[in-house]
């Protein structure tokens, strides 16, 4: 018998349960993000006249896994194994899972299936239940419909809508950085996981939100973070804003590539006179040295950024032509921004900028664009103040 806290901890309700693992050891998420407060795999058991497993999780954790699943199950055994994303973050323990319950069918569509011939070399036969757009898997009293969310965030997501509890199984949908138990709140990381994970296909979250419209939900089981279970609305109109790529809230992202030190501290000081001229808020990023991620989070969070680039090698130094490229393949649009170029002979980094946004929709650029030469005067500091009135105004 579990103990009332560990109850706690793994029931969503009687008959579905938490079994999924906290990864506080990974460095990089993707090999790129950093989770200093890790990152959870979600999965979950649904216990009725059949089993559903729902999704596996890392490689990194497969045994950990395959203990609170077994803890979970006592002597049953689970008649389904639910795939709904194929990414290794979930589907990582898949052949384990297939290994130890021989008699378990799989459930996926059509291109999961594909997608797991290239991951794994399991045989199949008899094993596969193959799904669309709709259907249903009864358990018993509970029942399992299934809706296609494709580059939510990879070609063959599906989320699962549980009829009986209202539980909807969101996949990487309203997911978020850090372990279960971690501190950061779940506006902060959960905007830094969606922008940088799926803010590319803001257009395929707008789709799946319109299908969840047509539910009645009471929780949201996702495959990252915390299982959300009041207040849905909030988390839902966040991702329709998010994925509408408007800007959350007024305020100003500062990001600076610099090389020796001049173009950081024009950025620092533009980013207090926009302070000074009543700008309330106001985030400042070194891109060679802070989190790029959370950079292009503030980047979608505010309405407005400026760019501070140094000139190298008659091009931009490489940071920023790193985050504006991040910024171009996440469809950053609908924002305003202002420019400031830095070059010793041949400063080229705002026309550099300006060009990389040009391919972005509704980016206006504000003028003044300023060039520093070097270093910091009386002139341009007067040209930077007169710049942060432009922002401040936009
Ligand atoms: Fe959490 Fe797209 O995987």
């Not at 002139?379 to 432009?390: I, M, Q």
Request: charged share 25%; aromatic share 10%; proline share 4%.
């Amino acid at each position: 018998m579990k103990g009332e806290k560990e109850q706690r901890e793994v029931w969503i309700s009687e008959q579905i349960r938490y079994v999924g693992v906290d990864d506080r050891q990974i460095d990089l998420f993707e090999s790129q993000y950093i989770v200093p407060e890790g990152v959870s795999y979600n999965s979950y058991l649904i216990l009725d006249e059949r089993v559903a497993l729902m999704d596996t999780v890392d490689a990194r954790k497969t045994g950990e896994w395959l203990e609170n699943v077994k803890g979970q199950l006592g002597e049953r055994k689970p008649d389904y194994l639910v795939i709904s994303h194929m990414e290794p973050d979930h589907s990582g323990s898949i052949a384990a899972a297939a290994a130890a319950y021989p008699e378990m069918k799989l459930v996926g569509n059509a291109k999961t299936f594909s997608m797991l011939a290239q991951f794994f070399d399991l045989d199949l036969e008899g094993r596969k239940v193959e799904v669309s757009e709709g259907e249903c898997l009864p358990l018993g009293s509970h029942t399992l419909q299934f809706f296609m969310a494709p580059m939510v965030h990879w070609p063959e997501v599906m989320v699962a809508y549980e009829q009986s509890e209202k539980v909807l199984f969101s996949a990487d949908g309203f997911g978020k950085f850090g372990a279960l138990d971690a501190k950061k709140d779940w506006t902060c990381e959960a905007r830094r996981y969606y922008f940088n994970i799926v803010g590319k296909y803001g257009a395929q979250v707008q789709m799946l939100l319109k299908k969840a419209d047509g539910l009645e939900i009471e929780k949201i089981c996702p495959l990252h973070g915390p299982i959300l279970t009041e207040n849905l609305s909030y988390y839902i109109d966040k991702y329709r804003t998010w994925s509408s790529y408007c800007p959350e809230e007024r305020g100003v992202l500062v990001a600076y590539a610099s090389i020796h030190g001049h173009t950081a501290q024009a950025a620092r000081e533009f980013a207090e006179m926009l302070r000074e001229a009543g700008e309330e808020k106001v985030a400042v990023a070194d891109l060679s040295r802070s989190d790029v991620a959370e950079a292009l989070e503030d980047a979608f969070r505010y309405d407005a950024m400026v760019l501070a680039s140094s000139t190298y090698d008659a091009g931009l130094f490489p940071p920023m032509a790193a985050f504006l490229e991040r910024l171009r393949s996440k469809n950053y649009q609908k924002r305003t921004v202002a420019l400031i170029e830095n070059g010793t002979w041949a400063p080229a980094a705002a026309r550099l900028m300006a060009q990389s946004l040009e391919s972005a929709k509704e980016v206006r650029i504000l003028e003044p664009r300023v060039t520093i030469r070097s270093s910091l005067n009386d002139t341009v500091r007067k040209e930077l103040r007169e710049l942060a009135l432009a922002v401040f105004g936009r």
